[in-house]
Structure formats: C-alpha cells, structure tokens
C-alpha cells in the first residue's frame, strides 16, 4: 500500500493562507489505500481506524477553522456511487449502497453530524438520511450538496449497451451521448433540486454565495487511470444525466452561484453552458491531496474561442456526454516537475482557494501544487484566475428594465420575475443604491422586488416592460 500521512507539509502551507473555512469534498480516505486494504469483514472499525487518521493529519488547521466535509464514493467503500435515494444495491452501478445502511449513516455521522439539520427531515430509503444543508458564515453563502446520494444508477440495462466492460464507461463513436439522457434519471432529486431552487432566491445575510459539492456538473476527463485511457462518456462524473445536469446549472445561475467541487483527480475551471458555451456559470474542481487515479483533459479537437497562444485542450468544448464547457484551466498530468517522491508530485496533487471578496464581488481561484511553497513557488499554470460574481450567469443581457435608486437603504437584494411564468429570473444583493435591471428576453413584463429580507422591507414594481439599451432615468424607492 502506499501512504502519504501525515500529510505536515500540506497542512503547514494551507495554514500560511489562514483560510476563513475549510472544505473537504469527500474521499477523505480511500478504502482500499489509506493505508491499508479495505478490511470488509470489519467494515466499522477500518473505517474508522482510516478515519481517525485523517482527523490525526488535520487537527492542528480543523480545531481552530470551520470546517466542512461531506463523504464520498470511497468514504462508503464503494468505487463509485450513483445513490439513487439511499436504497440498497448488489452492485454500485445498478444505483444505491452496497454495504449495511447503518455503517453509511456512520459514514454521513463521523463528517457531517456538525452540519446544520437538512431541511430534508424525513427518512430516505433504509432510513438513510439526508445531509445537504446551507451555512451563512462572514456573509457569505454555502449551499452544502450530495450530487451522489439521489443520483440515478447507470446499469441494469436502463442505457445502451456501452461497448465496454464497464456499464459507466461509453467509448463508442457510434452512439448518440444524447441517447444516454434518458427520461427520469435523476442528479440532484427532486427535493434537493426545489432546495437549491429556494436557496438561490434567499439572501438574507448574504452578500455571495457558494455551491459545495463532491463533483462539478461536466465530465472533465478524457483519460483516466494508470495508463491514461482515453474515456468518451464517463457516467461517474456529473456531466451525466446531461438534463440533471442542466436543471442543477439553472437553479446556481439564477444566483449567480459559483460552485466548488472536487473528486476527478484533476483540477480545473469551467465556464459552464446549458443551450450554448458559456451561458451558465463557473466552477473550480480542486486537485487532490494525493492522487492514486490520475485524470486528464486533452479531447481530440481543438477548443474554440480560446486566448491566443493557449494550448488546444482550452476554449469552448463539448464534453463527451455533449454538454458546452469553457476550459480555462487544467492540472493535467504528464510533465515530470522533479520533486520527490516522483510517484506522488508527478500526479499533479495540490489543494485549491478560493478568494471571495464581499467589497468588490470578485472570485478568486487559486491552484497549488502540494510541494509548493505559498509566496516562494508559483501555482500551477492558468491559476490565479478571478472572475465577477456575476459572471456566473452567462446567459446574454438583450433589454433593461426602468432603473431605480434606494435613497435610504445600500445593497439591497433584487429580485426579477417573469410575469409569463411567475418564476424568478435571478436575484441578488447588488452593490450601492443604483441599479438597472437587464433581462434576456425582450418579450413579456416582469416584476423587479427590491429591498432587505433580513427585515422583511420590500417594494415591488410590476408590469415592467423591457427595452433595448439602459435609461439614464432612476425611479426613487423610499425603502
């Protein structure tokens, strides 16, 4: 087996960046390498044997940091995890729980039992319970998700035949990703998906917000393992079901949620797409601490629309389960950086950060390698990158709504909703007194509310009809 603990060096530099919060994504420990193989017969106590290990490494940053960490795949001892609400399951790919539904709950308890009570309070299948939850912490945000435990399974013939040994794993040119979209297969589920839906309206105490999750919403790999295969269509990965995917992208765009994941081994940032490139918003998939499997991004075509001089793997991309990606960055494997030892360096392990500035709303995403020395070594290439907050709704401004000024109240919370619909177009806690509302379709009215939910103060204008470029007029509101 190989062991990399205590993991000091890694501890020590995090600690030089005196981080606010602390998240760990999941695979806090493998089961079958962490550091000893997985001991099934006494699943309990090797599970908690590897996990005492982990709260041994990170004691000196988590006794003093908030800290979030929500289980994985491996954390339950499965190679991969499709939940599909907690039931139990022969195999992982035919979806739910391989092992005892109270050694998950001990899994879920030992990580998440600090985290605020899930508004989803009924039991799942098994009496399996429900963690995903929201945290308001300095102001900011924190939508908690398991993109894994209400995930459809792959197999059991409910898709085409994948041409591999694999039910999760589609190499076939000759089949439509299209065709894997099949019709009631499940991502987020539906309770967790009406939550994110609810929380992206709710700004009370809020100035930005953040989506945390095992994984992003795309499939970042186009070569996995040892030998680095090539893999078109990689169902592990949220790019799968792609319309899952698509409702979870919409209810974070429409508050302009930025969303931090981890889990494929490979780090990068996506600007994600829905109907076309870039009309969604970003997310940055951290490395990992250490990488046992490594991952890589390097598809066939070249992107489009991407820097001059940037290697092709950037630009505007389809994934290999069709969805539009925007690569900006990539710790791609590949390249020998000449630090010992080699087998753990040269897999590209390394911890992310993410800078949220409250004053200026900017994004800043950083990508450290493990080895590297915060203020003496660099990043890996294409970090530090920042992005607007509200960049993370892409989708293109076509007409504004009349502008208007709160005299007597500052960063008010906005919110726009189609009168066609009755659903809400965004919200968020602008920036000032003055505020031109733009919208992406120059049909219909809209309702525009402006005011402070921590009070419960509220104005709201109706019937507003959009127009081609931005009024100079303001409309006073006496909030």
Not at 40 to 47: E, G, Q
Not at 212 to 225: D, I, K
Not at 226 to 240: E, H, P, Q
């Amino acid at each position: 087996t190989v062991m990399w603990f205590p993991h000091q060096a890694i501890r020590e530099r995090v600690a030089q960046h005196a981080p606010d919060l602390l998240f760990f994504s999941g695979d806090q420990i493998y089961e079958g390498r962490s550091p000893t193989f997985a001991d099934r017969a006494h699943i309990h106590l090797d599970y908690l044997y590897k996990w005492y290990l982990w709260c041994w490494a990170y004691r000196d940053l988590t006794k003093d940091i908030p800290c979030v960490t929500i289980p994985d795949d491996h954390d339950v001892f499965q190679g991969n995890l499709w939940g599909e609400g907690g039931r139990k399951a022969r195999r992982d790919v035919l979806g739910g729980y391989v092992h005892p539904a109270d050694f998950v709950q001990m899994v879920e308890r030992t990580q998440t039992s600090h985290l605020p009570r899930s508004p989803h309070t009924e039991p799942l299948a098994q009496g399996i319970t429900a963690y995903y939850s929201s945290i308001n912490y300095g102001r900011i945000g924190f939508a908690v998700l398991e993109d894994r435990k209400f995930k459809s399974g792959c197999g059991g013939g409910r898709l085409p035949d994948t041409g591999t040994r694999r039910a999760d794993h589609m190499n076939s040119p000759d089949v439509d990703p299209k065709m894997l979209d099949v019709p009631g297969m499940k991502l987020l589920g539906d309770d967790q998906l009406a939550f994110l839906n609810e929380w992206s309206a709710d700004w009370r105490g809020h100035d930005m917000k953040i989506a945390l999750s095992q994984t992003v919403f795309a499939g970042m790999a186009t070569h996995h393992g040892g030998d680095l295969m090539r893999v078109r269509c990689d169902l592990d990965s949220n790019g799968w079901p792609q319309s899952g995917r698509n409702r979870a992208l919409r209810a974070l765009r429409r508050g302009f949620i930025f969303h931090l994941a981890g889990d494929q081994h490979l780090g990068s940032i996506v600007h994600h797409g829905i109907d076309t490139w870039r009309d969604a918003g970003w997310s940055f998939c951290v490395p990992s601490i250490a990488n046992f499997y490594p991952r890589k991004w390097m598809p066939e075509a070249e992107g489009a629309n991407r820097r001059a001089g940037a290697p092709g793997w950037q630009g505007d991309h389809l994934d290999g389960l069709g969805n539009h990606v925007s690569v900006f960055a990539a710790t791609n494997p590949g390249r020998k950086t000449g630090r010992d030892p080699a087998d753990l360096h040269d897999k590209m392990p390394g911890y992310g950060i993410v800078r949220m500035n409250k004053n200026t709303r900017a994004i800043t995403m950083e990508c450290w390698p493990r080895y590297a020395v915060p203020g003496t070594d660099a990043q890996y290439p294409g970090w530090p990158r920042t992005i607007k907050q509200t960049d993370n709704d892409g989708r293109k401004r076509v007409a504004s709504l009349p502008g208007f000024s709160t005299r007597r109240m500052s960063d008010p919370v906005v919110q726009v909703i189609d009168e066609r619909t009755g659903g809400m177009v965004y919200a968020l806690r602008i920036r000032g007194r003055d505020f031109h509302p733009w919208v992406y379709d120059l049909a219909g009215t809209y309702t525009v509310k402006v005011g402070d939910p921590d009070r419960g103060v509220w104005r709201t204008l109706t019937g507003l009809k959009p127009t081609h470029g931005e009024s100079s007029d303001l409309r006073d509101l006496d909030l």
